[in-house]
């Protein structure tokens, strides 16, 4: 053999057991099953695999609210993260899933996700952050990896009201709730997730016509962050929404998912 192409070769197959070894890293899956309901998931990091085996026992109060929804209705999964509660509502209930997610670490096992369930015509993505105004702001992440959460756009606070620690950002979109409805055409929800690591209250006050009319709101609160708090329930109120149910996320901790629901 030439000598001068046997660096190259060498190289060649280091490279090629390394594309190997990164496509069973990110093609590994979970399959997992729920009141009946099959589904599969990426699972590429410890991150992923933890939010797939979870699944039945990390938050089943949001699972239960996906269980009441009646057949065919229209979800809006804002912080949609790699689209788990988005494949239960399209599988379990036929729901016509909108998931919100502007992480590009998120997105690439979002749409694999979807694919790989056959959602890919239920769930439409929208690579965008929601807010309370139209316009580009820097998207900040604490963890940068798939499956990653703890972000803030537009803001320098986490999810507690503290002093958000970032390791890495960039620039994206961000619309409000009437916006996205306004300039997409697109239909209006029956019931909205919104779990975006602090700026909950800045998407409701952007989704005052849109809360008007839907049935049903879940969404992430830390009731001692006053003012995401009190501001969340204002909006929510003078939408006409009840206060239905409050699920602690970790036992005696401030930070819990509220239901709130249509009044009679």
């Not at 994206?172 to 209006?188: C, H, N, R, W, Y």
């Not at 009319?213 to 969340?232: A, G, M, T």
């Not at 006409?240 to 249509?262: F, K, M, P, T, Y």
């Amino acid at each position: 053999m030439n000598k001068y192409l046997q660096p190259i070769n060498y190289w060649r197959k280091i490279t090629s057991y390394y594309d190997v070894l990164v496509q069973k890293i990110i093609n590994k899956k979970k399959f997992i099953s729920h009141n009946g309901i099959d589904m599969t998931f990426f699972t590429p990091n410890s991150l992923c695999h933890y939010r797939a085996i979870t699944f039945s026992s990390k938050e089943p109060e949001t699972l239960n609210w996906i269980d009441s929804f009646e057949e065919g209705v229209i979800v809006w999964d804002i912080g949609a993260n790699i689209g788990i509660y988005s494949i239960y509502a399209a599988k379990a209930k036929n729901a016509r899933v909108f998931a919100f997610e502007p992480s590009v670490f998120n997105l690439e096992f979002l749409a694999k996700n979807i694919y790989i369930n056959g959602f890919q015509e239920k769930i439409k993505i929208f690579p965008l952050a929601l807010s309370n105004q139209t316009d580009f702001n820097l998207f900040k992440m604490n963890n940068p990896v798939w499956g990653g959460a703890l972000s803030a756009f537009g803001v320098d606070y986490d999810q507690s009201g503290g002093v958000f620690n970032t390791s890495f950002e960039y620039s994206v979109a961000g619309l409000s709730v009437d916006k996205t409805i306004e300039v997409f055409k697109i239909p209006q929800p029956n019931h909205i997730k919104i779990d975006v690591d602090g700026i909950e209250h800045l998407i409701l006050a952007g989704a005052q016509k849109t809360l008007k009319k839907v049935d049903s709101v879940l969404v992430e609160i830390d009731e001692d962050f006053n003012e995401q708090s009190q501001k969340s329930k204002q909006y929510l109120v003078d939408a006409g929404l009840l206060l239905l149910e409050r699920h602690n996320l970790i036992a005696d901790s401030s930070q819990c998912n509220q239901l709130w629901v249509r009044q009679d």
